[in-house]
C-alpha cells in the first residue's frame, strides 16, 4: 500500500536528510512509517487505524509526536515551501479534516435568560401522584374482600 511514489519519496527523502542534518538516528523502514504518518493525516483517523502494512501504529504516532515537538515538521515545510513543493492544493484543510471538540455541536454559549428562585420554584413540575403509593395500605381499605383472610 504505497502512499508516496518513488519520485515523490526521493524528493521527499531528499529534503528530509537536510532538515535533519544528524538529528536523531536513522531508523529501519523509514518510508513506510513516514508514510503511515502521512496516511494517518490524509485520512484524519486514529493512529490504531493505520494499516498494518505501513508497520506499527504506534511506531508512526511516536515519531510524528517526536518530530512535532523538535519543529522538524515545520522545518521540512518550510524546506519544501522554498523549493516551490507543496502546492496550496495539497495542503489545504478543509472543515472535513479537522476534528471539533465535543463541545462544538452546535450548543448555544454563554449565560442564558436567568429565573429567580421564587418564580422556577412556583413553575417546577410536580411530581406525579404514584399508583403504587396504594400498595402499602392494607387491602382491606381499597379490597373488603380480600382484607380478612
Do not use: Y
Not at 493525516?41 to 511506531?59: D, I, K, Y
Not at 417546577?124 to 379490597?143: D, H, I, N
Request: hydrophobic share 40%; charged share 30%; net charge positive.
Amino acid at each position: 500500500m504505497p502512499v508516496l511514489s518513488d519520485a515523490q519519496w526521493n524528493e521527499l527523502k531528499g529534503v528530509l536528510d537536510v532538515v535533519r542534518s544528524g538529528e536523531g538516528r536513522r531508523f529501519q523502514d523509514e518510508r513506510r512509517t513516514i508514510e503511515a504518518v502521512i496516511w494517518r493525516q490524509r485520512n484524519g483517523a486514529r493512529w490504531r487505524a493505520v494499516p498494518a502494512e505501513l508497520g506499527p501504529w504506534w511506531r508512526a504516532a511516536q515519531l510524528h509526536i517526536r518530530w512535532s515537538r523538535k519543529g522538524l515538521w515545520a522545518r521540512l515545510f518550510e524546506a519544501l515551501r522554498d523549493q516551490g513543493r507543496p502546492e496550496l492544493c495539497e495542503v489545504f484543510l478543509d472543515g472535513t479534516s479537522v476534528r471539533a471538540q465535543a463541545k462544538a455541536a452546535g450548543a448555544k454559549g454563554g449565560r442564558g435568560e436567568t429565573r429567580s428562585g421564587a418564580r422556577a420554584a412556583a413553575s417546577a413540575r410536580k411530581p406525579a401522584r404514584s399508583a403504587t403509593r396504594s400498595a402499602g395500605r392494607s387491602l382491606s381499605r381499597c379490597c373488603p374482600a380480600r382484607g380478612t383472610s
